[in-house]
């Protein structure tokens, strides 16, 4: 039997988060080593109860979950509970019925796994913002630097944000911590922008009921997108879902479902003005400077979704 690709993923676990963490458990090629929380969609300690959660419903393996960061580096929380609700799942009252967080600190956790690795053994999936990456990096660069892969959910990739004309949320949420992991020189620093799970990618209503009725874990899924939906109705016309942390995840796990991923010098605007929080991708290489980033913009659809179904336990 092959053996398992280790991951450990950072979380700021909302509706999205939720989908996605829901995934990964349930794709047998990969083993979540455990989960470290962030402060992004929700409080960190909320993210927290939400993860627990989740998994839960997930009902696969329970990997451990650990709080990391409680507050950006240097700006002022500003949760998305319009997006996903006062506590970051709908407000439907999800709340876990027997597991708790391990007491230990999360950036600590990480930096103790990734120490005792070999290069490139293990696979950070970041779904929120990077302050507890950025952290990690400060206390010890050797460390990190041993991960394989870094996925992050964030960016507005090749388009437009989705907080301000420039500025995708995770990153806009702790630009500065964003800017010192992309000008860290990791390697393999892959980010999944928001436009790749727009358009086909997003599901439509009747993906949505299929999801839904599929069974408990999509009920789960769905259910807890609630708000998003809501304003999704507004923005979109119906009830659609723009999935950017499962984007991202099936991104990370199934690379077969990218369609467009190159790598680009970027750049963090961090000045304090509108464009706080955007990313400069030098798609055209106008600067002559070395790429550093991967930049993931679009998702074949039908892959993606294939996924998704496979990893919910959605039959056709």
């Keep these: 039997m092959e053996a398992r690709k280790k991951i450990i993923i950072d979380t700021d676990c909302g509706s999205d ?52 960061a409680r507050k950006p580096l240097l700006k002022k929380l500003e949760c998305a509970h319009e997006t996903h609700g006062e506590d970051g799942m709908g407000d439907i009252g999800l709340v876990p019925k027997r597991l708790k967080a391990r007491p ?113 874990i999509g009920k789960f899924a769905i259910d807890c997108n609630r708000v998003l939906m809501e304003m999704n109705k507004d923005r979109f016309g119906d009830y659609y879902l723009d999935m950017a942390d499962p984007a991202a995840m099936a991104a990370a796990l199934y690379p077969d479902c990218i369609e467009a991923c190159d790598k680009y010098y970027c750049e963090v605007d961090v000045s304090a003005g509108p464009s706080y929080g955007g990313v400069l991708v030098d798609k055209y290489y106008f600067s002559g400077k070395e790429p550093n980033a991967y930049i993931c913009s679009k998702l074949k659809a039908d892959k993606y979704k294939e996924y998704i179904y496979k990893t919910l336990k959605v039959e056709d």
């Design 17 to 68: 988060d939720a989908m996605a963490i829901a995934m990964a458990l349930n794709d047998p090629h990969y083993e979540i080593l455990f989960f470290t929380t962030v402060s992004g969609n929700v409080e960190a300690a909320q993210a927290t109860i939400n993860t627990l959660t989740t998994i839960e419903y997930a009902q696969s393996y329970e990997p451990p979950v650990y709080m990391g």
């Design 104 to 216: 230990e600190n999360g950036i600590l956790k990480l930096l103790e796994a990734l120490r005792e690795s070999k290069p490139g053994e293990i696979d950070i999936i970041a779904l929120g913002p990077l302050t507890n990456i950025a952290i990690a990096l400060r206390l010890d660069e050797e460390a990190v630097k041993k991960a394989g892969r870094i996925v992050v959910m964030g960016t507005a990739g090749l388009g437009t944000g989705n907080v301000s004309p420039v500025a995708e949320f995770n990153i806009w949420q702790d630009a500065e911590a964003a800017k010192l992991v992309t000008e860290s020189g990791l390697e393999n620093l892959i980010y999944v922008g928001w436009d790749a799970c727009l358009e086909e990618s997003m599901l439509s209503p009747d993906e949505i009921k299929k999801i839904r009725e599929s069974g408990s």
